[in-house]
């Protein structure tokens, strides 16, 4: 499995660029400078399959349509109890004040189901349900791998905000330890911003729980 951290816009939000050995690839959370993404991409030789989506904030998707638009590659995710996020990009982009405006839109399918499986090419990636930051925030484990995307669930020695719209402190807090700490210790976490961390490191020193 291969992985490529990019960190995009003044949020430095971790765009990850994920394939196979056959370049069969995924973005995840495509943030924001949808150039230097497809830069990137085209840089590697990658086939690009998926857009996928952990929540709806605008520093997690804003790339995306035009990703989807240079690539034809469909939008997946997050969970539909975020849609009202989707719509709401051009209000979150004028709230945040961003230098790019973003337009509201749907992705092409909804990831609602936990357990969900996404194969991209020999990757497989399992949807786990991570409510709490948002409500329909969501990650994927490539379990065999070790390896989850969580956005802004779980950070090295932190959680997730919870004082958006939507957000939970308790929901938060029992997606961590019921959907998260249940995995190997080994499991690498890689967040939406900062340092990737591990299962094992966060419940030896995370202070949040």
């Given at each position: 499995?291969?992985?490529?951290?990019?960190?995009?816009?003044?949020?430095?939000?971790?765009?990850?660029?994920i394939w196979d050995d056959e370049?069969?690839?995924?973005?995840?959370?495509?943030?924001?400078?949808?150039?230097?993404?497809?830069?990137?991409?085209?840089?590697?030789?990658?086939?690009?399959?998926?857009?996928?989506?952990?929540?709806?904030?605008?520093?997690?998707?804003?790339?995306?349509?035009?990703?989807?638009?240079?690539?034809?590659?469909?939008?997946?995710?997050?969970?539909?109890?975020?849609?009202?996020?989707?719509?709401?990009?051009?209000?979150?982009?004028?709230?945040?004040?961003?230098?790019?405006?973003?337009?509201a839109f749907t992705p092409d399918?909804?990831?609602?189901?936990?357990?969900?499986?996404?194969?991209?090419?020999?990757?497989?990636?399992?949807?786990?349900?991570?409510?709490?930051?948002?409500?329909?925030?969501?990650g994927f484990l490539e379990r065999?791998?070790?390896?989850?995307?969580?956005?802004?669930?779980?950070?090295?020695?932190?959680?997730?905000?919870?004082?958006?719209?939507?957000?939970?402190?308790?929901?938060?807090?029992?997606?961590?330890?019921?959907?998260?700490?249940?995995?190997?210790?080994?499991?690498?976490?890689?967040?939406?911003?900062?340092?990737?961390?591990?299962?094992?490191?966060?419940?030896?020193?995370?202070?949040?729980?």
């Open positions: 499995m291969n992985i490529d951290i990019i960190p995009v816009t003044a949020f430095q939000q971790n765009c990850s660029l370049k069969n690839a995924a973005i995840i959370d495509p943030g924001g400078e949808a150039e230097k993404l497809i830069r990137r991409i085209e840089e590697l030789g990658l086939n690009l399959q998926r857009i996928l989506l952990t929540h709806g904030h605008l520093d997690h998707v804003g790339a995306a349509p035009k990703l989807k638009a240079h690539f034809k590659a469909e939008i997946w995710g997050s969970n539909s109890a975020d849609d009202y996020w989707f719509q709401g990009l051009p209000q979150q982009s004028e709230k945040f004040g961003l230098l790019f405006e973003a337009s399918r909804w990831l609602n189901e936990e357990g969900e499986m996404i194969a991209i090419g020999d990757l497989r990636l399992e949807v786990l349900q991570l409510p709490g930051h948002t409500p329909g925030h969501i065999s791998k070790k390896v989850a995307f969580t956005g802004d669930v779980l950070f090295q020695n932190s959680i997730g905000r919870t004082d958006f719209p939507g957000g939970d402190h308790q929901t938060l807090l029992r997606s961590i330890r019921e959907k998260l700490y249940v995995l190997d210790d080994e499991t690498i976490i890689v967040a939406g911003h900062g340092a990737y961390t591990t299962i094992g490191r966060e419940k030896q020193h995370n202070p949040f729980l």
